[in-house]
């Protein structure tokens, strides 16, 4: 319990002035708003009948997708300064969302933090609601989801995959949401130059971000295995062979 | 390990990460920069010279990030103890 109320204070010490990533509202366009919005839909409708299923299977991992929800909710909130760039950004948090429960569960998760950062936290907007859960939902599950299965099946480590995922995780978010704003933005501008400047604008803060990101999933990751293998062969991410103290 | 060297090692690491980790928070929370945020640095600026501003939110939580800090100080409180309380949670009480 001391740690608790240890890693509580450290939290109070660390408010600070906090800043999103995600697209303010009022920047797209309404077709492009609404485009974005139809372009989530399909995968939160999904994410939703797979979390109804997996209640189904086990009522038990239904309160772990909420303590994920907060976790995401968390980390999409918490502005890291970058002194390299001299700006502050945030980690998506989608990446070990993704490992742990699949992509359309994390979908879903992102979706409903993005919700309350939109409604109560002035962070994104009700009108980019669907560009910004397509960008940091959809991508950065898909792109975390992929990376770590592929790394494992290359024989990866938990720690390695893990990593790798989380960067990826973070990196596809923002490509996504340059992708996102050029096309709301651009006008008769051509594509490629402004796409690339949004990216480069990006770099200086998002690429030791994604590193810091991949970091942290892969200490997640392994953290879990450690003290609770148990849940990870429960989420499908190890299979019992290979818990700790398998004969 | 014998018992005292370890409280040693746990007294010594403490003793080391701990001023760290506060330095390392005051610097980031008292130093003068602004840190400015990407969505003001990339997103709103470039969006700007291209015709678009963002908009006042429907519910504006006012100057400041009180709310945020609130929402913060409760998911991190929240969070840490359903983790903590994990196995109580979702441990099957016996019959």
Excluded at chain 1, 92 to 114: E, F, K, N, R
Excluded at chain 1, 183 to 197: D, M, Q, V, Y
Excluded at chain 2, 82 to 91: K, M, N, P, S
Aim: hydrophobic residues 55%; contains cysteine; charged residues 15%.
């Amino acid at each position: 319990m001391k740690r608790v109320l240890l890693l509580t204070v450290v939290c109070l010490l660390a408010a600070t002035p906090a800043f999103a990533m995600h697209i303010s509202e009022g920047i797209l366009p309404f077709s492009w708003a609404l485009f974005w919005y139809l372009a989530a839909l399909p995968f939160v409708a999904l994410g939703v009948r797979r979390l109804n299923a997996l209640g189904r299977e086990d009522l038990s991992l239904k309160p772990l997708v909420g303590l994920l929800a907060a976790v995401v909710f968390i980390i999409s909130c918490m502005p890291i300064p970058v002194p390299t760039a001299g700006t502050c950004s945030h980690p998506c948090g989608t990446g070990v969302a993704a490992i742990l429960v699949g992509p359309l569960v994390s979908v879903v998760i992102a979706a409903v933090a993005l919700l309350i950062q939109a409604l109560f936290l002035a962070h994104g907007g009700l009108s980019t609601l669907g560009a910004n859960t397509f960008s940091m939902g959809v991508v950065g599950s898909l792109a975390g989801w992929l990376a770590f299965r592929s790394a494992r099946r290359l024989g990866g480590s938990l720690a390695v995959s893990g990593f790798i995922a989380g960067t990826l995780a973070d990196w596809g978010t923002y490509s996504a949401t340059s992708l996102i704003l050029t096309c709301g933005i651009r006008g008769e501008a051509p594509l490629l130059p402004l796409f690339s400047k949004v990216v480069l604008a990006f770099l200086p803060t998002q690429l030791p971000l994604g590193i810091l990101e991949g970091v942290i999933t892969a200490g997640m990751v392994t953290l879990l295995y450690k003290k609770r293998p148990d849940l990870l062969v429960k989420m499908r991410v190890i299979t019992e062979k290979e818990l700790p103290n398998h004969a | 390990m014998p018992e005292r060297k370890r409280k040693w090692r746990v007294l010594l690491i403490h003793t080391i990460i701990l001023p760290t980790l506060l330095f390392a928070l005051y610097f980031f929370s008292l130093a003068p920069r602004s840190w400015e945020g990407v969505d003001e640095a990339v997103v709103e600026k470039i969006a700007k010279e291209h015709g678009r501003e963002a908009i006042a939110p429907l519910i504006d939580p006012g100057s400041g990030d009180l709310l945020l800090f609130a929402f913060l100080v409760a998911g991190a409180a929240g969070g840490f103890a359903a983790g903590y309380y994990w196995r109580q949670l979702t441990d099957k009480k016996p019959q």
